[in-house]
């Protein structure tokens, strides 16, 4: 059985960095085709992708926010950590993270509970 | 903006079919998956790939694909599925993947 969960941060001050913990079970993340992806969703407003890491270790990130973002693994901890830096109030969101199997699937079949993150002084 | 663009709004009466429609160029080229989202939870995945259905998604939901355009079918919709609906497609041009601006669908 796959789950996932974030921890992280609820209340972050504006230009601060937050980093954000995915802890997971049931999946290796050495896998070929398996990844690990984090998306946010504003309150009341739709879903985006920030950043998407492979077992082999390639990663993604949505171009506008690429250089704020670093998405890192600890395979034998069975944790994806994602940082993002500068934070903005526009940054208040909650944070899912979710399993990716891109070979057959491409799609985020497992998803977090989510954490919301409240930017705010 | 959304870089896929889906209906902001539909409605459906209950037991009829409803079609939810998501557009872009990465459609021509990829399958787009489809999540259902209640207030206050995670997405749920409901369909992906050419149409295909997660386990314990029941058959109502179907999915298909033509040109630069993706619909998910609810063919009885029930009360239980009144919630948001996302599509995701991947992307050729650096984004990790593309996302619909989701489609709020109500059950009359």
């Known amino acids: 059985q796959i789950t996932l969960k974030e921890s992280g941060p609820t209340l972050v001050k504006p230009t601060q960095t937050l980093t954000l913990t995915c802890t997971f079970s049931g999946f290796s993340l050495s896998t070929s085709g398996v990844a690990v992806g984090w998306i946010r969703q504003p309150p009341g407003k739709a879903l985006e992708c920030l950043a998407l890491i492979y077992g082999n270790d390639a990663k993604v990130y949505r171009s506008s926010l690429k250089s704020r973002l670093s998405i890192t693994k600890d395979t034998s901890k069975n944790l994806v950590a994602l940082t993002m830096t500068i934070l903005d109030p526009g940054d208040t969101a909650t944070y899912y993270c979710?399993?990716?199997?891109?070979?057959?699937?491409?799609?985020?079949?497992?998803w977090g509970q989510g954490t919301l993150v409240t930017v705010s002084s | 903006s959304s870089e896929l663009t889906q209906d902001p709004a539909v409605s459906v009466a209950l037991g009829q079919t409803v079609r939810i429609t998501c557009q872009g160029d990465?459609?021509?080229?990829?399958?787009a998956s489809w999540y259902q989202q209640k207030p206050g939870q995670a997405p749920i995945l409901v369909i992906y790939?050419?149409?295909t259905r997660p386990s314990g998604i029941p058959d109502r939901f179907s999915g298909s694909s033509s040109g630069n355009t993706a619909s998910l079918t609810i063919t009885g919709a029930q009360a239980e599925d009144e919630a948001d609906y996302y599509c995701?497609?991947?992307?050729?041009?650096?984004?990790?993947?593309?996302f619909g601006g989701g489609t709020k669908l109500t059950v009359l």
């Open positions: 979710a399993h990716v199997e891109m070979t057959t699937k491409a799609a985020f079949d497992y």
């Open positions: 995701i497609s991947r992307d050729n041009s650096g984004n990790p993947v593309l």
């Open positions: 790939g050419q149409n």
């Open positions: 990465s459609l021509r080229s990829y399958y």
